[in-house]
């Protein structure tokens, strides 16, 4: 794992242990090209909500939807930079697909 998805891990990993009533998972995926673990939000449901940590690069995104990649390939910012962006989308897709409710 690097720090981008180190810092990732980190700031979902309290988020979903603010809320417990999230039903989630964490998957690690092995292939022959590599490892990346995946968080998947609501698994199996209509509104399951991802995060694929590939090693310096995450997939954020819904299921039966759109995804956004973040990596810093060619731009000036930090692990910690790509990893909060990629949080702040995570965050925006559960609270979209109805599994986390929007701050008051």
């Known amino acids: 794992?690097?720090?981008?998805?180190l810092v990732f891990e980190r700031l979902a990993r309290e988020l979903l242990a603010q809320h417990p009533e999230i039903p989630h998972e964490w998957r690690p995926i092995r292939r022959w090209w590599g490892k990346r673990l995946d968080l998947i939000c609501a698994p199996g449901a209509p509104n399951e909500?991802?995060?694929s940590l590939t090693g310096g690069a995450i997939t954020v995104?819904?299921?039966k939807g759109a995804h956004d990649d973040f990596e810093?390939?060619?731009?000036?910012?930090?692990?910690?930079?790509?990893?909060?962006e990629a949080f702040e989308r995570f965050v925006e897709a559960l609270t979209q697909s109805g599994l986390l409710s929007p701050p008051k």
């Open 1 to 5: 794992m690097t720090n981008v998805d």
């Open 49 to 51: 909500v991802f995060a």
């Open 61 to 63: 995104g819904v299921t």
């Open 72 to 84: 810093h390939f060619g731009r000036r910012v930090t692990d910690e930079d790509v990893a909060r």
